[in-house]
């Protein structure tokens, strides 16, 4: 039985470890926010998926699906709950302060939601 992708191995110590080189395309992938943390999220709470799709080459892709779906969600979610509360661009012209507090928390409930319902799954 011939093998046509040999393993080969190095020495540290006593043991015999694997040189396991990432495939190329994983490393050209380029993670935002959302994508970021789901992959910190699996590294230390999901240690044998984390692993497993690092073996396979399909991490930084699982992460930047993620990223793509959480960046739509969080999107969707913001007009949605500006257009529910009213939070308006005349609002924002007429008083900002109150524009901008309105803002920060309809983003940090959206937030919330994302990384519940995405992120840390």
Request: hydrophobic content about 40%.
């Amino acid at each position: 039985m011939s093998n046509k992708n040999p393993i080969s191995y190095r020495n540290v110590g006593d043991y015999l470890i694997p040189n396991l080189i990432l495939p190329l395309k994983e490393s050209n992938i380029r993670l935002g926010k959302w994508g970021m943390m789901h992959k910190d999220y699996l590294e230390k709470h999901k240690k044998v998926l984390f692993n497993s799709l690092l073996i396979q080459g399909k991490l930084y892709q699982h992460c930047a699906e993620i990223e793509v779906q959480a960046r739509e969600m969080f999107d969707t979610l913001v007009d949605q709950m500006k257009e529910a509360e009213g939070v308006t661009e005349q609002i924002k012209e007429e008083n900002q302060l109150v524009w901008v507090c309105s803002m920060q928390n309809i983003e940090a409930r959206a937030t919330e939601i994302v990384c519940k319902e995405l992120i840390y799954v």
